[in-house]
C-alpha cells in the first residue's frame, strides 16, 4: 500500500513514517502548508514526491491511502476531502471532536467505500494483546479500571495541544487512551461523571479525572493531564485477582515493557521485547483495506470512545453524571 502522509507532524515524522517505511508498504508521498519542510522530511525519510499544500497531495494518483497526523480539530475535514479522492484513511486520535462527527466520518467513508481507522497504536502492542486475553480468560469478572495518562507540558509551549481551535485539551490528546482501556476492559458504562481544570487558563482542560460506572455496578477511573510527570498505565481489578501494565500507552519503539498479573493470589510478571507498535497499526490497517473486513479499532470502538469524552466533558460543565444513551 502506498501512502501519502498529511502534514510534518512529530508524531508522523518520528514514529509512524518509520513504522511504514519498516513494513512491506511505503510512503509515496509527504504534503505541508510549507513545501521546504516537506522536502526536508522527504529528503531524511527517502519519501520521492512532496507537495505545498494537502489538497495536491490527494491528487496524487499514485496513492492508496493517507495518513492523517494532523491536529484534532482539522481531522474530520481532512478525512472527507481523502475519501472524496477514494483514499482509505489513517487517522490519528482523536478521530474527530464530538460523537456525531465521529460517527459521521464514518458514514461518509463507508459511502465512498473507503476504510477509516483511528490511530489507537497501543491496541496493536503484544502487551495489550495479552492483557486483553488475560482478562478475557483468566481473571474473572471485571470490577474496576483504574487508568492514567499524563505528562508535563512545558511552560508557556505553543502547543496544538492546549489550542482551544485546534480540539486540544488533556483529554483528548492522552486521556483518550485511559478512556479507550477502559472501555477495552469493561465495555460502554452507563454513566460518566467528569472533573476538569484548565490550569494554564489555556481554554481548554489541562487536567481530567473521570468515573464510569457500569450497568453491573463496576466502575473506572480515569485520569490525564499536562501539569504532573509522564505517567502512564492501567490497572484492572477482577473478581479472581489483578493486573497491571506501566509503560502501556506511549511505550517507545526501543523501549521493553512489561505486565504483572495476580490470579487467586499467585503473582506472574511477563516481559515485552521493544516493538514497533506504529508497524503493526499500519500492517493491520492495510491488511483490513485488502480483505475488506473491519479494523480491530473499528467504527463501534472509535464512537463509543468519543461519547465518554463527550460525556465527560459534559458533565464537567454541568457538575453532575452524564448518562450514555
Ligand atoms: N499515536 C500517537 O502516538 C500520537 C502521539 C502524538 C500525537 N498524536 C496525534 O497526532 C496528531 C498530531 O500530533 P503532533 O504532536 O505530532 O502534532 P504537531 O507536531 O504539532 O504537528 C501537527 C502538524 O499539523 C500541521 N498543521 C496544519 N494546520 C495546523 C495548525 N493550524 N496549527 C498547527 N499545526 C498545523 C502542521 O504541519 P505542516 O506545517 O507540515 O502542514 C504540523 O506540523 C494529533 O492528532 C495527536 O493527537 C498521536
Known amino acids: 500500500m502506498r501512502f501519502g502522509v498529511l502534514s510534518t507532524a512529530d508524531i508522523g515524522v518520528e514514529s509512524v513514517i518509520p513504522g511504514i517505511v519498516a513494513s512491506e508498504h511505503e510512503v509515496g508521498a509527504i504534503a505541508s502548508r510549507d513545501a521546504s519542510r516537506a522536502e526536508s522530511v522527504a529528503d531524511r525519510h527517502d519519501i520521492p514526491e512532496t507537495y505545498g499544500s494537502y489538497e495536491a497531495l490527494l491528487d496524487d494518483e499514485t496513492l492508496d491511502a493517507v495518513y492523517i497526523p494532523l491536529p484534532n480539530g482539522l481531522h474530520a475535514e481532512w478525512i472527507r476531502k481523502a475519501a472524496d479522492a477514494g483514499l482509505h484513511v489513517l487517522c490519528e486520535k482523536t478521530l474527530t471532536a464530538s460523537a456525531g462527527e465521529t460517527a459521521a466520518v464514518f458514514d461518509y467513508c463507508a459511502e465512498r467505500d473507503v476504510t477509516l481507522m483511528e490511530g489507537f497504536m497501543y491496541r496493536f502492542h503484544p502487551l495489550t494483546e495479552r492483557a486483553a486475553e488475560l482478562v478475557e480468560s483468566e481473571l474473572g469478572e471485571v470490577r474496576n479500571v483504574t487508568s492514567t495518562f499524563t505528562f508535563r507540558l512545558p511552560d508557556g509551549a505553543e502547543d496544538i495541544r492546549i489550542d482551544p481551535d485546534?480540539?486540544?485539551?488533556?483529554?483528548?490528546?492522552?486521556?483518550?487512551?485511559?478512556?479507550?482501556?477502559?472501555?477495552l476492559f469493561l465495555g460502554t458504562p452507563e454513566r460518566a461523571y467528569g472533573v476538569t481544570n484548565d490550569e494554564r487558563d489555556c481554554g481548554v482542560e489541562t487536567e481530567m479525572t473521570g468515573v464510569l460506572e457500569y450497568e453491573d455496578g463496576a466502575t473506572a477511573r480515569l485520569q490525564s493531564g499536562f501539569e504532573t510527570p509522564l505517567t502512564q498505565y492501567y490497572r484492572v481489578e477482577t473478581t479472581d485477582g489483578w493486573l497491571r501494565a506501566e509503560p502501556t500507552f506511549d511505550i517507545g519503539v526501543e523501549n521493553s515493557t512489561q505486565l504483572t498479573y495476580s490470579v487467586d493470589g499467585e503473582e506472574t510478571t511477563e516481559s515485552f521485547d521493544a516493538t514497533d507498535h506504529y508497524?503493526?497499526?499500519?500492517?493491520?490497517?492495510?491488511?483490513?483495506?485488502?480483505?475488506?473486513?473491519?479494523?480491530?479499532?473499528?467504527?463501534?470502538?472509535?464512537?463509543?470512545?468519543?461519547?465518554?469524552?463527550?460525556?465527560?466533558?459534559?458533565?464537567?460543565?454541568?457538575?453532575?453524571?452524564i448518562t450514555l444513551n
Open 166 to 183: 485546534l480540539a486540544g485539551g488533556s483529554v483528548m490528546d492522552v486521556g483518550c487512551y485511559a478512556v479507550s482501556a477502559a472501555r
Open 279 to 321: 508497524r503493526l497499526e499500519v500492517e493491520h490497517f492495510a491488511d483490513s483495506v485488502e480483505s475488506g473486513e473491519e479494523p480491530r479499532v473499528d467504527r463501534d470502538e472509535s464512537v463509543d470512545i468519543m461519547r465518554i469524552i463527550d460525556a465527560l466533558y459534559e458533565s464537567s460543565d454541568d457538575g453532575q453524571p
